[in-house]
Structures are given as C-alpha cells and as structure tokens.
C-alpha cells in the first residue's frame, strides 16, 4: 500500500473538506517501521554501540542489488556526521557536538562513507568525512579505533573501503611524518617525499609470516602487540578484503578459475607476502585451511565464548574470497550459511546488520539473497526500516507469485487505506476531486 500517497491525498481532502464545511477525511499516519525506532534507523534495537554500523551496511546491501533507500533512511546516517566530518557509533542528540578525541571512530566514519558514495546526494558529508580519515591516519599508515590509536587490521581495511568507494587509490593515501602530528592534511606528492606509509604498510605489518607456526601463516593479527602475533580469523578476512583495495561491495567479475588461494612461500622458515595481492592471496589461503578443518565455517573468537560458528564472520570470509576471485573456494561457506541447519537465518531475522551482511556476501558470490536456503533477505531487510524508495521489478516478491508492485496497485485502485478510499471518503462529504487524483502516475515502490 502506498502510504505516502494516501496520505497526501487525505491531506487534500481534509482542506477541502473544511472549505466547504464538510467533514474532514480521517488522518492517516505513514509507517516508518517497527514500532519505537527512530525515523529513517533500521532495526529496533538500541543502536548505542552499532547505530551508523548497521545503518551504512543496510544502505550498502540495498542499493547493491537494486533496491532505492528511503530518503529517510539516507537523511539519518548523514545527519550523524559530526562537525569534523568524522562519526561516532551513534549520537542520539545530534545538536551536540562530537568529542573529537574519543567520541568518534575510523570503522563508523568509514562505514558511512560507504554507504553514503553508494547511494549518492550526500558529497559534501562523504568529502568531509574522507578529510577526517586522511587526518587521523597514523605514522605506519593505517589506523586506530579512535583517532591516535594504536593502527589495527580491521579499522585500516574500513578505511581502506571508503578510499575505494571514492574513487581513490588507497596506496596513494599516505602518512607523512610530520602529518598526524601537525593534524593537517598533506599531498600525496608531499606525503611520498618524506617516506610516508600506505595503508598497505600497515596491514602488511600485522601478517603473520614464514617464521609463525605453519597452521597460522597468512593470517593476520587485529594489531601489533607486545609479545608474538596473535592470528585472528575477523581480522584476516577483512584485511584480506582490503589487501585488494575493496570495500564492503564491489563489482563481480563473474566466472573465475575457481582456483584455490595460494598460500606463503616460506623456504626454511624466513620469507613473507611482498606485495598486498600476495598478502591477501596468504590470508585467504589461510582462511581456507580454517574453515576446512572446522565444517566450512569460521568458529567464534571471541573471549569465553562458546564454540559456537561466527556467521558475521563466515560471511566475512565469503565476501574476501569471492573479491580474490576464488569462486569454488567461497561456495562451501557459502552453502554453509544457505543450509537450514546452519543456524544463519535464525541469527539474522529482525537484524538490519546481520541480513545486510548474508546480502552482502550472497552478492559477492553470485548468489540470489531474495532465495537464501529458502530465505528473501532484501525482504526481511527491507522490512527493518522505512520502506524503500523503488525496489527493482520483482525483488520483492513475496514467494505467492505476487509481486508488492502488483498488490500495491490493488491497493490503490480500492484496498482500504489505498488512494481511491480516500477519494471515496471526500466523494461522500461532497468533495469532487476525485478525477484529479485519479489522474496521478503511479510510482513503482
């Protein structure tokens, strides 16, 4: 049902309807979605510690396979920009200002960026917030959590992402020495002079190499800490993503060899990735051997958590692999997560986040997210948050052979609430104006 519509139409009526003394059609009131969320945010729940996370990867997954956000839904996550273009995980008051030192984060601010260059209309937000990144980039080239942090794999690979997603070359976003102390920008002309570092420096830095054990070479550590590096499967699958200068989406390139992710070359213990595509070939290559051993799929890692599969992370994993143009490779986990008895639909539903993120890997792989192992996640994701603005023809089929495009029309040419009741209800106060609205050119939703 096309409520925007009615509502419009019921707006009309109910003037005229006082001008000339009648009574006024009953109001009717647009459905934003689920019941206590704020206008235009996907999901129910309290978006505190994730609010432009899931906001950005709903908007992400949605224009990937063709769905038009809701304005709404775009005016949100913008509005969360802060005054220095960067963005905090979520500001409920955004009359306040941002605290620049530890209010804001790399992975929401880059997040954003994203989502908001998928979508478009929101450049000037998109620039500021590219500003804010090459700002606060560290001295080793990538960077922190907060701003001034020690750099690690999972913030640099977002940022890496937003980069990409605006048309420019992450190894040309580099650090100068005197750059983050300074706080001011500098060229890349300026910044390569004085031995400035790439993001790609710095996630190199962080892969574990030929003197690891065997079982963990290729992966990379979340970030440098005292002592040996420590592999983590989350942050080898996103740095596996960035090593090839993507984002959260990025273009298919259909039909692969299917061949398999070539690992390290170690000869007697020493050797290591010498560029970021061998690095990202290791890391996937890595990922590959884990998920063999542990059913096709990534276990939590989590601290005291139990040993239980991390589908975020497997789908994580699908996303790096099908970018590395590694299709038989990313097809088990993939199945994986379509199969019934893996659980993965059940830790999705109702979340914005979660869907977005099997949307996403779907895609990546070439598979349809409106069949996933029986279930449509554009639809699930869809119903999160404010209703799109256009779905492209058929995506939104319900599983009945019935389009919403076609029940919508239905809706409008009698079903309750659709635009020809509210003319029906002015037509009894003495209002004409139905021929007038009659007229209108539907607008497919």
């Known amino acids: 049902?096309?409520?925007?519509?009615?509502?419009?139409?019921?707006?009309?009526?109910?003037?005229?309807?006082?001008?000339?003394?009648?009574?006024?059609?009953?109001?009717?009131?647009?459905?934003?979605?689920?019941?206590?969320?704020?206008?235009?945010?996907?999901?129910?729940?309290?978006?505190?510690?994730?609010?432009?996370?899931?906001q950005s990867l709903a908007l992400l997954a949605q224009d990937a396979v063709g769905v038009?956000?809701?304005k709404s839904a775009i005016d949100w996550l913008a509005g969360q920009s802060c005054a220095d273009g960067g963005f905090a995980a979520y500001r409920a008051d955004t009359s306040k200002a941002c605290d620049p030192k530890k209010g804001e984060f790399t992975?929401?601010?880059?997040?954003?960026?994203?989502?908001?260059?998928?979508?478009?209309?929101?450049?000037?937000?998109?620039?500021?917030?590219?500003?804010?990144?090459?700002?606060?980039?560290?001295?080793?080239?990538?960077?922190?959590?907060?701003?001034?942090g020690p750099s690690?794999?999972?913030?640099?690979?977002?940022?890496?992402?937003?980069f990409a997603a605006t048309g420019q070359d992450p190894a040309k976003v580099t650090a100068a020495s005197d750059k983050a102390a300074s706080g001011k920008g500098a060229s890349d002309k300026e910044a390569s002079d004085k031995g400035g570092k790439s993001p790609y420096d710095a996630l190199l830095g962080l892969q574990l190499d030929c003197s690891a054990k065997a079982a963990e070479r290729g992966a990379f550590a979340y970030t440098a800490a005292k002592g040996e590096p420590v592999a983590n499967e989350l942050a080898t699958a996103s740095a596996a993503l960035a090593a090839r200068g993507k984002g959260f989406v990025f273009e298919t390139v259909g039909k692969d060899s299917g061949a398999e992710p070539k690992p390290?070359?170690?000869?007697?213990?020493?050797?290591?990735?010498?560029?970021p595509e061998d690095a990202a070939e290791a890391a996937l290559a890595h990922l590959s051997r884990v998920m063999s051993d542990t059913?096709?799929?990534?276990?939590?890692?989590?601290?005291?958590?139990?040993?239980?599969?991390?589908?975020?992370?497997?789908?994580?994993?699908?996303v790096a692999l099908a970018a590395g143009e590694h299709s038989a490779a990313a097809s088990k986990p993939l199945q994986w997560l379509q199969s019934k008895g893996s659980g993965a639909a059940a830790w999705a539903k109702g979340d914005p986040g979660a869907l977005a993120k099997l949307t996403l890997a779907a895609h990546a792989a070439g598979a349809n997210p409106r069949d996933f192992g029986g279930a449509d996640l554009v639809r699930q994701l869809n119903a999160t948050g404010p209703k799109p603005e256009a779905a492209a023809p058929g995506a939104e089929s319900d599983g009945s052979g019935k389009s919403e495009e076609k029940e919508e029309k239905k809706d409008d040419d009698g079903g309750i609430g659709g635009v020809w009741w509210t003319v029906g209800v002015c037509a009894v106060a003495g209002v004409g104006i139905g021929f007038l609205l009659s007229g209108r050119k539907r607008r497919q939703l």
């Open 1 to 54: 049902m096309n409520i925007r519509r009615s509502v419009a139409a019921l707006s009309l009526c109910a003037a005229l309807c006082a001008a000339l003394g009648a009574a006024a059609a009953p109001a009717a009131v647009a459905d934003d979605g689920p019941a206590g969320r704020a206008e235009g945010l996907y999901g129910a729940k309290d978006p505190k510690f994730d609010g432009v996370w899931r």
């Open 68 to 70: 038009t956000p809701a």
């Open 107 to 148: 992975d929401a601010t880059a997040a954003a960026i994203q989502a908001l260059a998928a979508v478009g209309g929101r450049s000037g937000t998109v620039e500021k917030g590219i500003g804010w990144l090459k700002r606060h980039q560290n001295e080793d080239g990538g960077w922190g959590m907060n701003p001034g």
């Open 152 to 162: 690690d794999a999972n913030s640099t690979a977002a940022a890496v992402g937003a």
């Open 264 to 275: 390290l070359r170690c000869a007697g213990g020493k050797g290591g990735a010498g560029s």
């Open 295 to 318: 059913g096709t799929h990534l276990k939590s890692a989590m601290p005291g958590a139990k040993d239980q599969p991390d589908f975020g992370g497997t789908a994580d994993a699908v």
